[in-house]
C-alpha cells in the first residue's frame, strides 16, 4: 500500500484556475470511486472538500469539483481565492478495508 | 454540535507504548459511523493509522497493523489508539476523525502532537 502520487506544488493567480493530480493504482483509484479530497491550512485540522470523487460536502464552495479518470483522480479550484492557499490531500479506499492518503500539495495564491 | 478531542502524553519514550484517547460530544458513537485515527508527522503529510466501526469491528493500515489496536468505550463515549513499540519515527501530530465511509472523513479533532523521545 503505498502512498498516492501528487505533485509537490501548484500555484494560480486569483481568479484563476487550478487542478491537482492525484494518481494510484488499479488497485485503489482505479477500482473504487472513493476517492476524497482535503484542505489544511497550517496549524489546522484538514477539513473534506469532496468525497465520492465529486461529491461536495454542504458548506463547501461549488469553486471545488472533483473528477476521475483511470487511476488518476483531479481536484479544481475555480476562481482562486487568496483563502484557497492551503495544503491538499487525496484519499483514496484501497480495498480490504485500507485507506490510503496522497502525499499532499502545497496551493500558493501568487 | 458533534466534537472531537484528543487527549493523552505529548512525550513518549523508544520501546514504549503510546496510548490516545479520542472524547466524541454530541453524538452517541454507538448509534454509528466509522471512527478513526490519522497522523501528520511534522512537515510531512497525512497517514491513516487504522478505524473502528461502531459494532466493534477494527481495520488497521498494513504497515502499522502490527502495532496498533483501536478500541471504543462506549460508556464514556470515547475511543482509543494504543501504538506499541515506539520510535522516533511516529513523532506525528495525531488526529482523531469520524467517517460516514470508509475515506469520507467529515469530522476532526484539532490534533495532538506526540513526541518520541527519552
Known amino acids: 500500500q503505498s502512498a498516492l502520487t501528487q505533485p509537490a506544488s501548484v500555484s494560480g493567480s486569483p481568479g484563476q484556475s487550478i487542478t491537482i493530480s492525484c494518481t494510484g493504482t488499479?488497485?485503489?483509484?482505479?477500482?473504487?470511486?472513493?476517492v476524497s479530497w482535503y484542505q489544511q491550512h497550517p496549524g489546522k485540522a484538514p477539513k473534506l472538500m469532496i468525497y465520492?470523487?465529486?461529491k461536495r460536502p454542504s458548506g463547501v464552495s461549488n469553486r471545488f469539483s472533483g473528477s476521475k479518470s483511470g487511476n488518476t483522480a483531479s481536484l479544481t479550484i475555480s476562481g482562486l481565492q487568496a483563502e484557497d492557499e492551503a495544503d491538499y490531500y487525496c484519499c483514496s479506499y484501497a480495498g480490504s478495508s485500507a485507506v490510503v492518503f496522497g502525499g499532499g500539495t502545497k496551493l500558493t495564491v501568487l | 454540535q458533534v466534537q472531537l478531542q484528543e487527549s493523552g502524553p505529548g512525550l513518549v519514550k523508544p520501546s514504549e507504548t503510546l496510548s490516545l484517547t479520542c472524547a466524541v460530544s454530541?453524538?452517541?458513537?454507538?448509534?454509528?459511523?466509522?471512527w478513526g485515527w490519522i497522523r501528520q508527522p511534522p512537515g510531512k503529510g497525512l497517514e491513516w493509522i487504522g478505524s473502528i466501526y461502531h459494532s466493534g469491528s477494527t481495520y488497521y493500515n498494513p504497515s502499522l497493523k502490527s502495532r496498533v489496536t483501536i478500541s471504543v468505550d462506549t460508556s464514556k463515549n470515547q475511543f482509543s489508539l494504543k501504538l506499541s513499540s515506539v520510535t522516533a519515527a511516529d513523532t506525528a501530530v495525531y488526529y482523531c476523525a469520524r467517517s460516514a465511509a470508509r475515506n469520507r472523513f467529515d469530522l476532526w479533532g484539532r490534533g495532538t502532537l506526540v513526541t518520541v523521545s527519552s
Open positions: 454530541g453524538y452517541s458513537i454507538s448509534s454509528g459511523y466509522y
Open positions: 465520492e470523487v465529486s
Open positions: 488499479s488497485s485503489d483509484v482505479g477500482s473504487y470511486n472513493l
